[in-house]
Every structure is written in C-alpha cells, then in structure tokens.
C-alpha cells in the first residue's frame, strides 16, 4: 500500500524512494532498512550540534512533563522568559524585544507585520517592501512575496504583494545605488539575508557590502529587517553573520537552529522604538499576531539546552574545526575541471557543478540519485553543490562526503 503523506517540495509522480529514518545520533542517520547516512546538510539547515544532543532530549522531555503548553496571550512562563533574556543578552543591545513565533516563515511574517504596524502607528504610512534578487524568506504568503519569484511560486503570483528588488551585490555599487534610490522614494522597510543567500545558491557577499546597506537604510528611515533564519547560530562561523558586519537591525528573525534544531521554534526581536510605537492605551494598535503554539513551553525548554550547550561546550572550536576541514576540502574539489565559484562562509561550502541548466534540469535528480545510492543525505540546488552539516560531524563521514562530491563532478561531462 502506497503512504498518503504528502511530503514537501517532492515530485510524487516520479516514484523516487523516500526512506524511512528510525533514529539520529550527532550527524548520522539510521533507516529502517539498516543504512547509516551521513546528515551533510544539517536536515536542512536546522541541526547545529547534531541528532538526539542528550542536553536537549532532555530538556524536552523535562518540560513535556512539567508544562506542556499555555496560551501565550497576557500569560508567561519560564523557559520563554528565560529564553528572551538570553537572546537580549546575546545580541545587541539596540534589540530589547522578543516575539516569539514557530518557523522562520512566521518570524519573517511578523519582522513585515511589526514593520507596518510601526509606520501606521506613527500616522506616517509607509508601504512598500525592498528586497534583494535572488532571496528566500520561506514559503508562506507573506515571505513569499518577499522572496525570488519563479516555479517555486508562479501558480500563487496572484496572492503575492509587488516589492522593489535590488539586485544581488555581483556589482557592489550597482546594488547600493538600487537601494538609495528605492529608499530615497520611501519604503517601509527592507528585508536580507545577511552575507549569505541560502535557497538562492548559497550566494556569497562581503560584510562591507551589508553594513553600506545597513547604512543607507537608517539614512531613509527604511526599517532594516535582518533574517538570520539560515545564518544564525553559528552557520557562518559567528553566532549571528551581522556581527561580521558590525550591522545592528532594527528587526532579526531567528529560527532554525534555535533549539539546536530539535522542535520548532521562531522568535522576531524588535527595537524598542517598534515596540513603542504599538505600545499604547488604546487596544487598536496593539500587535495582531498570533499563533497556537506562540512560545511553546517544551520548545522554549529546548531553546534554553541549546543556549546552555553554546556556554557549556566547545561549540566555537567545533565549528572552527569544521571551517578547517570544510576549505581544506573545498579546495581540493576545486581543482576539479567541472567545478566552478567554490565558495565559503564557516561552516558552508558550496560549488557549482558543469552548467546552470535551472532548478528543473536532469542533472538535479541525477545527482540526488547519485549521493542517495552512497548513504548521504546533499541536496543540491539545481547544479549548486553545498555541504552544512551539524558542527559535531567526524572528520572520515565529511571525507566521505566531499569524496561523493569528486565522483558527482567526473560524472559531468
Ligand atoms: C529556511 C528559511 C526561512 C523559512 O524558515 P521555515 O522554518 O522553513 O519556515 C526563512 N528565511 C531563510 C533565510 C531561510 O533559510
């Protein structure tokens, strides 16, 4: 019998295999069938210090039976309010405020929501949304419409609202110029990826060009709205890729690796002028978001391991390891004749193989087939090949990768 799950950005129709993972242990998967796969890509970004870290599990598990959830509006409870203590205390101090939320949609959803309500409640409307070509900002309708527009989106253009996009900083100069004249004619905010574009190809650029952007907004009045879903928590060898910037935003979105990956869990931290501004007597212009499960007491428990591991362990010098043996390998596989624009950030690697042929080309599948037949869990995007892997994987199981990613490029021809 056929399974009714439905899963995600997978073409039912071409049959392909869907294993079935029974367990997880640091960065190795186990199936049903008895394979032991190798997480290269962190079960999409998420898993920063591995499967199953007992610090979290327990964690989880504490919590589940001590409190497992409570309505989040006019009431609290410990884990959020410690968990919105130590991400005031972890990021700059121009941040004083924590919404919490559940996926790194949501918290994109709600940095635009707080944008416009705060030009609205100062009497001053701004509307329009600056973007940057090439950006994924999730798959709701909100954060799509925020995001690169093409097959991932076309059959939902008619729900997507109109945004000004500047282009992606291939000509650093062009890109400023784009976003001082779309600021200068007045913008509610604009919302990027720090140094990284991850579903857009693990496009790379420089901290400079991120803090001239950060500038040119708080010139404008635009409202810099940061989305470190992908970037934080240690991805691009610091905590947050702003820092390497010495960028502040006004607004940051933070998810994925927030409980190390474990549950869901998202938060949008705001400036105080933001909160301010929906701050008031009058009920009409208090925040209008809200989720069921906003800051779920067992996931909130999970984010507060997650911070303890970043204090307890060695979990800088992981992921400098990791850097290490990411570039050393990088720079193997880019003396290949098929590869081409080998580049990194921390803990992400990523080249292209051969030609763009788009996200739909042949070779997609081929090479997905190709590391599924070797135990590795890559996921390319189209010809893009990138490994991001949890911070703990062993120095033979990313060897065994970047080997399978010498094979993928003989293949080319
Ligand atoms: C993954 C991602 C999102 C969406 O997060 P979900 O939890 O999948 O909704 C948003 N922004 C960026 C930069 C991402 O990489």
């Not at 004249?181 to 140094?195: C, N, T, Y």
């Not at 502040?248 to 938060?267: H, Q």
């Not at 010809?383 to 990313?398: E, G, K, Q, R």
Request: glycine letters at 8%; one cysteine or more.
């Amino acid at each position: 019998m056929t399974s009714p799950v439905w899963h995600p950005f997978t073409q039912h129709g071409l049959n392909e295999p869907i294993p079935r993972v029974t367990h997880g242990e640091g960065a190795i998967l186990h199936t049903a069938d008895g394979r032991r796969i190798v997480d290269a890509i962190s079960s999409w970004w998420v898993t920063t210090h591995g499967h199953g870290h007992p610090r979290i599990a327990a964690a989880i598990a504490a919590q589940a039976a001590t409190l497992d959830q409570i309505i989040f509006a006019g009431w609290t409870h410990e884990p959020a309010e410690d968990v919105a203590a130590e991400l005031i205390r972890l990021t700059p101090p121009e941040l004083t405020r924590v919404f919490f939320s559940d996926s790194g949609s949501t918290a994109v959803e709600v940095a635009l929501k707080m944008a416009l309500g705060f030009w609205a409640n100062r009497g001053e409307p701004r509307e329009r949304i600056l973007v940057m070509q090439h950006s994924y900002h999730g798959d709701t309708i909100g954060a799509m419409s925020v995001g690169a527009r093409g097959v991932f989106n076309r059959p939902y253009a008619p729900l997507l609202f109109d945004v000004g996009t500047i282009p992606f900083p291939t000509d650093p100069q062009a890109t400023l110029d784009a976003l001082e004249a779309q600021a200068r004619a007045g913008a509610a905010a604009f919302i990027v990826e720090p140094l990284v574009l991850g579903a857009g190809g693990m496009l790379i650029y420089p901290p400079a060009v991120l803090a001239e952007m950060r500038a040119i907004c708080a010139r404008h009045g635009v409202l810099f709205i940061a989305d470190e879903v992908m970037t934080g928590w240690g991805r691009t060898g610091t905590l947050f890729a702003c820092e390497q910037a010495g960028v502040v935003p006004d607004i940051l979105c933070l998810s994925k690796g927030l409980t190390g990956g474990a549950v869901p869990l998202a938060v949008t931290l705001a400036s105080e002028a933001i909160f301010e501004a929906h701050r008031s007597t009058d009920r009409s212009r208090q925040f209008f978001h809200s989720s069921s499960y906003t800051a779920n007491p067992i996931a909130c428990a999970a984010a507060r391991a997650n911070f303890t591991i970043w204090r307890e362990e060695p979990v800088a010098d992981r992921i400098a390891t990791l850097a290490a043996r990411q570039a050393a390998h990088l720079a193997d596989a880019a003396q290949h004749r098929r590869a081409a624009n080998p580049r990194q950030l921390g803990t992400i690697a990523a080249l292209e193989v051969g030609h763009d042929e788009g996200y739909l080309s042949d070779l997609a599948p081929r090479l997905l087939a190709h590391f599924r037949d070797r135990d590795l869990l890559v996921r390319p995007l189209g010809n893009t090949l990138y490994v991001m892997p949890p911070y703990s994987i062993a120095a033979d199981d990313l060897a065994r990768v970047w080997h399978a990613i010498g094979e993928a490029l003989d293949m080319v021809v």
